[in-house]
């Protein structure tokens, strides 16, 4: 098979133009790629993509062909039936992760043979902390429960929520960790953010503590080519951000925590320091509030650029600090998404 063979079935599969052999060879043989490889693929980005399956393929065949006869004795293989043997080796290569079967019912499938399969549930009426083997910590609500694996594999760390936990993640950037629910998927490296939902409304909610956290649906995406090229449904949350996934529109909503935080350890004579002006330009106390919460402010009318603030709002949360600003400039704030607005009455 040549490579410009594979660039064709890429190009089929994208427009819905494969048949069904086609179609079942091609998600096969996406399985071949690990989760660093569709970490590194971004949307719209198919050269990427057809690289990384081409130098997979490669490898693979070529350990094969070690232990195949001599070439002589081989006939050329069909591209269909190249690909099918392709097929057969990513079944073998996917067979070592973990992931889930079905979105609606949660579970592990996989390393089950590998390892033992813990499960927490918390029947009291009080938080309960669960202490993980890379020293993350999940502290577990009342009336809910967590699966996972006694030992991590090498490549991720992965488990399984359902209820709310809050997650206080070892950093490990060669083991992403993965917190799977009935709803989303919520990727980290290393932070804390707590995951919620609510068996009611089907909702899922994911607040970010400190850190970074990618948040998608739970739809079996990463067996599916095509969710690489949607953007929509791909959520990257930061500190004092939170979105949730609403089952019944398949949509996220993301916006600002109830009560955004310092996102650094805070000095608090530093703090109170920071916090008094004097006669201090609007952009300057907004941006001392940015570096605080690393919540981005954008000013909607030039002419408040004008206006200065002398005060003290070291003791107040971010939203009375706001009141107490435009309520001096003649302004008021609105919150647009993750961003807050600044405008005039």
Known sequence: MKRQALHSLLEKYLENKCSQEELIVIEKLYGMLDRDDLEEIYPNELPTLEQKLWDRINLETDSINQTQPPAGRLKRL??????????????????????????????????????????????????????????????????????????????TREVSLQGEGYFLISKNPHRPFFVYNKNVITRVVGTSFIVRSNPVTEETQVIVKTGKVMVCPNKDQHLNLKHLFNQDQKVILTPNQKTTYK?????????????????????????????????????????????????AFIIEDRELYNNTFTGDISKQNLYQKLDLLCHTIKAHYEISGTKIIIKTK
């Not at 949509?251 to 916090?275: G, K, R, W």
């Not at 609007?282 to 001392?288: A, I, M, R, S």
């Open 247 to 295: 089952k019944d529109n398949d949509n996220f909503e993301t916006t600002l925590v109830a009560d955004p935080l310092p996102i650094v350890p805070v000095n608090q004579n530093a703090h109170q320091a920071a916090y008094v002006f004097e006669e201090a330009p609007l952009t300057e106390v907004l941006n001392q509030l940015q570096t605080t919460y690393g919540i």
């Open 78 to 155: 069909s591209i269909l039936t190249w690909l099918a043997a392709a097929a057969t080796i990513a079944l073998t290569l996917t067979a070592g992760y973990l992931f889930l079967n079905n979105h609606q019912d949660p579970r592990y499938l996989k390393f089950q043979a590998l390892t033992t399969i813990l499960e927490k549930k918390n029947n009291t009426s009080a938080p309960l902390r669960v202490n993980l083997e890379d020293g993350s910590v999940v502290i577990l609500q009342p009336s809910s429960s967590l699966s996972y694996p006694e030992h991590f594999s090498a490549q």
